[in-house]
């Protein structure tokens, strides 16, 4: 979307994300069919991270192998995301968006073919590898686009809007492969993961248009160079902060989502269909609540919508280790759950609008450093909820007070919305 000839290319995308309005004009590139595209890119890589987690057991026995080396298939896709990020953010930057991101998809359907045909386990991890490469330009050049084309409260409904897509799908990917993998088997569920690699690369190619053009680049790089302002930008309050409180906020979804097993069935005593009533309940409240946090941006201050939701966030974590603490019955823990977990639909699209806003410069960059902080965390969270064996919720209640604690304390880091780096830019 080219710069008008006569004002500063950066203007519309300098003023404070959390100022009362936005530019109009920076909106209307945001059609309903882009917003599904990127909703499917937000979801690709959560969906093949945990689709196929509950054929672990039968994919050990196939391939020959123990547990952890099928472990390893999850591990080095988590390592491939978080280091494609790393890799299509810069790109993006330098070379638009619409080539790295066909470039990505290109790579995730070669990728997860490979996976579908995998004779080894070698072979897996390391199609699983190149799969989360591949998919992690979707993830981080989709934030990209939005914050190309919007700013303030209309890139925060876009990105409320996403996550509706992107953010339940962690929640519900465990679930439908378990009622999958016995009809289909392993296999099948990576087929399913290898045919939404396809859909995404068709949605990309049909849908998608260049919201970076080489005239925007040329200017930026050049205003980067002059005052090396996205650099600084990168290193402010404003951008760590925004950026640690969505990571830790995910952080104690992940915790939920990796403890939930043992948690639901173990503790609670439910069977897989109870099991998957449950996890279905909790999808639909951040659906829910990720709907309605895209109506309020439009009107309420969006800093005041994520300090909301990173309260209730807090709020639910020491709930739930209070619970603990006192061995109330297991049944009641799902409760504070629930509310942790809709809670992030104020989170996940307000914190991310905040944080690509302070980095407008660099818009691909700072979604790369984003995603890494996310997925990275995301990796260190999971084994932790474990170190109960399955008997205790205790760690679980841990890592979702450190997680919530910190996310607090990011948000915390940021100070006052007109104290930011974009603010004192605009102003």
């Given at each position: 979307?080219?710069?008008?000839?006569?004002?500063?290319?950066?203007?519309?995308?300098?003023?404070?994300?959390?100022?009362?309005?936005?530019?109009?004009?920076?909106?209307?590139?945001?059609?309903?069919?882009?917003?599904?595209?990127?909703?499917?890119?937000?979801?690709?890589?959560?969906?093949?991270?945990?689709?196929?987690l509950p054929a672990f057991p039968q994919m050990a026995t196939d391939l020959?192998?123990?547990?952890?080396?099928?472990?390893?298939s999850l591990t080095a896709f988590l390592l491939g995301v978080t280091a494609g990020q790393?890799?299509?953010?810069?790109?993006?930057?330098r070379f638009g968006r619409v080539p790295p991101l066909i470039a990505g998809a290109v790579l995730m359907v070669v990728a997860g073919i490979a996976t579908v045909l995998a004779p080894t386990a070698g072979v897996l991890i390391g199609a699983r590898l190149l799969q989360g490469l591949g998919g992690a330009a979707g993830m981080v050049i989709g934030r990209a686009i939005i914050s190309d084309r919007a700013t303030g409260k209309a890139a925060a409904?876009?990105?409320?809007?996403?996550?509706i897509v992107g953010?339940?799908?962690?929640?519900?990917?465990?679930?439908?492969?378990?009622?999958?993998?016995?009809?289909?088997?392993?296999?099948?569920?990576?087929?399913?993961?290898?045919?939404?690699?396809?859909?995404?690369?068709?949605?990309?190619?049909?849908?998608?248009?260049?919201?970076?053009?080489?005239?925007?680049?040329?200017?930026?790089?050049?205003?980067?160079?002059?005052?090396?302002?996205?650099?600084?930008?990168?290193?402010?309050?404003?951008?760590?902060?925004?950026?640690?409180?969505?990571?830790?906020?995910?952080?104690?979804?992940?915790a939920y989502i990796s403890a939930s097993p043992f948690l639901y069935q173990g503790m609670m005593g439910l069977d897989e269909a109870a099991y998957g009533l449950a996890f279905g309940v909790n999808a639909l409240g951040l659906m829910v609540v990720s709907g309605v946090s895209a109506k309020l941006a439009a009107?309420?201050?969006?800093?005041?919508?994520?300090?909301?939701?990173?309260?209730?966030?807090?709020?639910?974590?020491?709930?739930?280790?209070?619970?603990?603490?006192?061995?109330?019955?297991?049944?009641?823990?799902?409760?504070p759950l629930f509310i942790a977990v809709s809670s992030m639909g104020l989170v996940f699209g307000n914190a991310t609008a905040l944080a690509l806003g302070a980095v407008p410069l660099a818009a691909g960059v700072a979604s790369a450093v984003l995603g890494a902080l996310q997925f990275g965390l995301a990796a260190l969270v999971s084994p932790l909820v474990s170190l109960g064996g399955g008997t205790s919720a205790v760690p679980l209640a841990l890592v979702m007070l450190a997680c919530a604690a910190v996310a607090a304390g990011a948000l915390a880091l940021t100070g006052r919305p007109a104290r930011t780096a974009t603010a004192a830019r605009a102003g």
């Open positions: 979307m080219p710069a008008a000839p006569s004002a500063p290319p950066t203007t519309s995308r300098t003023h404070d994300a959390t100022s009362a309005s936005s530019t109009p004009s920076v909106g209307t590139g945001i059609t309903a069919a882009l917003l599904a595209v990127l909703g499917l890119l937000s979801a690709i890589a959560p969906l093949a991270t945990d689709l196929y020959g192998v123990g547990a952890t080396t099928v472990q390893l790393l890799v299509f953010g810069p790109l993006s930057d409904s876009a990105f409320s809007l996403m996550m953010g339940v799908a962690p929640v519900v990917a465990p679930v439908l492969g378990g009622v999958l993998v016995d009809r289909i088997g392993w296999r099948g569920l990576l087929a399913v993961v290898a045919a939404l690699s396809v859909a995404m690369l068709v949605a990309v190619v049909a849908v998608v248009r260049e919201s970076y053009p080489a005239e925007r680049r040329v200017a930026d790089r050049a205003e980067r160079v002059a005052s090396g302002s996205a650099l600084s930008a990168l290193r402010s309050r404003a951008f760590l902060g925004y950026a640690a409180a969505f990571s830790f906020a995910f952080g104690v979804m992940m009107t309420h201050d969006v800093r005041r919508l994520l300090t909301a939701g990173i309260v209730a966030v807090v709020g639910a974590s020491v709930l739930f280790a209070a619970m603990v603490a006192l061995a109330v019955p297991a049944g009641w823990l799902a409760l």
